[in-house]
């Protein structure tokens, strides 16, 4: 990776400031357009598409160096948007595969899967995202760069490679002609020990995923 890449912003800053914001801006139009159902069977290849290419955006950011903003601390940008409508809008409309099992933390060890939710995470992530782009809006550009940054290690970064991960599994399923078999492998005690937490938490989750699916977990 050359020096021009990682110090983009020093030597092109409105330059790398535009485009990130311009890959941040159709995520959020985007996804909100998804969101209104008008479209529900290119609902899953769309998002994976915008999903895709926001990370791109992210790994730019993730691969540049600290991004110190302007001022010490951060300026009120106003009222938070409200996600909720959105993430009941997406959660209705992937209701059949909406929750799927992630590994929280992989480099942790010993650690089961949980059930997570794509309707959940897009939503936080279309929060993290519009905090900063009020900021953008607002011309503190570096303060938008600084929280788009800080919130893709923190936080959105690691949420919408979860729910990548989870799209790019529903459409290989379908594209490879592969039912989602009965959920009879959830509970991850296998080659973890006798931890009781560890085995309850695969049978929760086997269970809520099983739900929506209209599958039955395993006994």
Do not use: C
């Not at 909100?32 to 950011?61: H, I, M, N, W, Y």
């Not at 480099?107 to 899967?113: G, H, I, S, T």
């Not at 991850?188 to 938490?201: F, P, Y």
């Amino acid at each position: 990776m050359s020096d021009a890449t990682l110090h983009a912003t020093d030597q092109n800053p409105d330059d790398f400031a535009v485009q990130i914001a311009d890959q941040i801006e159709s995520f959020l139009v985007a996804v909100t357009e998804v969101a209104k159902g008008d479209e529900p069977e290119s609902a899953v290849p769309f998002l994976l598409l915008e999903v895709s290419q926001l990370l791109l955006a992210g790994g730019r950011l993730g691969a540049h160096e600290d991004i110190v903003p302007d001022e010490r601390y951060e300026p009120d940008s106003g009222p938070e948007p409200d996600v909720d409508a959105l993430r009941e809008n997406l959660a209705r409309l992937l209701e059949p595969i909406d929750v799927y099992s992630e590994v929280f933390d992989p480099y942790e060890p010993r650690k089961a899967p949980v059930p997570a939710r794509i309707s959940d995470d897009l939503a936080d992530v279309m929060a993290d995202l519009r905090h900063g782009m009020a900021h953008y809006r607002a011309g503190r550009t570096s303060e938008a760069l600084w929280w788009w940054q800080f919130s893709y290690f923190s936080n959105w970064g690691s949420t919408a490679s979860a729910t990548l991960r989870a799209l790019q599994s529903v459409l290989a399923h379908v594209r490879l002609d592969q039912p989602l078999a009965e959920l009879d492998g959830l509970d991850t005690d296998q080659g973890m020990g006798d931890d009781t937490l560890e085995i309850e938490a695969g049978r929760v989750m086997a269970e809520e995923i099983a739900g929506p699916l209209g599958l039955r977990p395993a006994k």
